[in-house]
């Protein structure tokens, strides 16, 4: 670790640290698959859904950057490369192939909705270590999360019932 003059005693830094740069992974890769999604989705109601996507995107890719920097701000080295995402990311990898609205929209919100339960159970992993901050972040990151998949949910075709 880096030196620094944060008063979290090493040892949670530490797994903070650990528990960050797995998220960080899992950001990137969470980036990539709903940028993947934004260039290929086809079908009814394109534009609206390609510029959601791309939305959706540019607010992964801020938790991405507030992942490593608070790695940096512990005194860690955040781990973003592809490299590092690719080896380390815990979400399903994306299906290439898809082209049409419905399964993009299901692809994307599985990928946020794994992404949110992982950020709700670092709220609660990060507490018991001992820092707050980091709890803290997962919690706004948590929210956000939930609210990008209730954008992309809300785009879902509802059945029609008689």
Do not use: C
Not at 85 to 104: K, Q, W
Not at 133 to 145: H, N, W
């Amino acid at each position: 670790m880096h030196h620094t003059h944060n008063t979290l005693p090493e040892a949670i830094r530490s797994q903070s640290i650990d528990l960050l740069n797995k998220h960080l992974a899992a950001s990137i890769d969470l980036h990539a698959q709903v940028k993947q999604a934004h260039w290929n989705v086809r079908g009814p109601g394109f534009i609206g859904i390609h510029e959601l996507f791309d939305k959706v995107a540019e607010e992964v890719a801020g938790y991405s950057d507030q992942i490593a920097e608070r790695v940096g701000g512990l005194g860690g080295t955040a781990q973003g490369t592809l490299k590092a995402a690719v080896e380390r990311s815990f979400l399903v990898p994306y299906a290439h192939g898809i082209a049409n609205t419905p399964e993009h929209i299901f692809a994307v919100s599985g990928s946020l909705a794994a992404f949110g339960q992982s950020a709700r159970e670092a709220i609660i992993l990060a507490d018991k270590i001992g820092d707050a901050d980091t709890s803290d972040l997962f919690t706004e990151i948590s929210r956000g999360v939930d609210l990008q998949l209730w954008l992309v949910e809300s785009n879902t075709p509802v059945p029609t019932t008689r």
